[in-house]
Each structure stands twice: as structure tokens, then as C-alpha cells.
């Protein structure tokens, strides 16, 4: 059964309602604020793989650094939530400690993984950069191999960044 109000265009719950509504539209959220919206409840992840991080036969045998990659590229931290690197390595020695790093050319080491070896690895961080600062990624030896000559290989990196929207 209907309920039929005398006047359309009173203050009735329902035909209030109803003025709220777009025209033409369905059930639009009218004069929404993103202040309304559940913290970060659209999330966007940007993966960037980086193109040169397949590396064979850098030294494990020394502390240094061996590798630095030659793709970098600038962080957009607005709305920036996460950076994460994700990597897969190995050594030809288990005696040895192998970190790949995401650098800032102004904040430093951002993120990192380590380990001997590692398959998909994953690291994150939550803060510690800078607005438009230059990112690079590096893989270093902290802890070297006792064995004259060993070696590690890095067979992908990954670096994602995660922004929250609202």
C-alpha cells in the first residue's frame, strides 16, 4: 500500500530525502566531504619493476657495496602510505649476508630486505622519505663470505609504492 501525501514538497522524511537526490541520478551521495570517507579507503599500489636488477656473480667475498641501479626515479609523496621493496636472491656461500636496499638521495636507505638468500623477500616502510626526492635501488654485501670468490646473484627487484586516498 502507498502513502500519498497531500503535498509533495513538505517536509516528510521520504520526499526530504528524495530532494536530496541528483537529477537524473540514483541514490548520489549529495554534498559528500572526503573528510567523511573511512581513512584511506582507496588504496592505489604502483609496482615499479626495476629493469636492471638481474645481476650474476656480484663479489660476496667483501663488505661493499656491488651493485647501484641506473633506472631511479622521483617520489610523489602525497598520499604516500607504503614503500616496499620485493626481491629475490642467492649465494654461492652460506656463510654471507646480502641487503638490497630502495636509497632517497635526500632520506637514505628507505627500505631493505637482507639475508643470505631470499625468495620474494619482502620489506615495507611507513615513513622516512621525502617529497620528490630521487629514488635508486642498491644491493650491498654487510656481512662477506669467508670464501675467497663467492658470489651472489639477484634474480628481480621490486619496488611498490602504496597511496590511501581519503
Do not use: C
Request: proline residues 4%; aromatic residues 10%; hydrophobic residues 40%.
Amino acid at each position: 500500500m502507498a502513502i500519498i501525501y497531500p503535498d509533495p514538497y513538505t517536509t516528510y522524511p521520504e520526499v526530504k530525502h528524495t530532494k536530496e537526490h541528483v537529477s537524473g541520478g540514483h541514490d548520489v551521495l549529495n554534498g559528500l566531504d572526503v573528510s567523511q570517507f573511512i581513512t584511506d579507503s582507496f588504496k592505489i599500489i604502483v609496482p615499479i619493476p626495476i629493469p636492471d636488477s638481474a645481476q650474476s656473480g656480484l663479489a660476496a667475498d667483501s663488505v661493499a657495496v656491488n651493485w647501484t641501479s641506473s633506472f631511479k626515479f622521483k617520489l610523489n609523496t602525497q598520499n604516500l602510505k607504503a614503500v616496499r621493496i620485493r626481491a629475490t636472491w642467492s649465494a654461492s656461500a652460506t656463510d654471507s649476508v646480502t641487503e638490497i636496499d630502495v636509497v632517497g638521495s635526500v632520506s637514505g636507505t628507505i627500505v631493505s630486505v637482507s639475508g643470505n638468500a631470499g625468495t620474494d623477500a619482502e620489506g615495507v616502510a611507513t615513513s622516512g622519505w621525502s617529497d620528490w626526492e630521487l629514488i635508486t635501488v642498491q644491493s650491498q654485501i654487510t656481512t662477506a663470505s669467508a670464501t675467497l670468490g663467492a658470489t651472489y646473484s639477484i634474480s628481480y627487484v621490486v619496488v611498490e609504492l602504496e597511496y590511501g586516498f581519503a
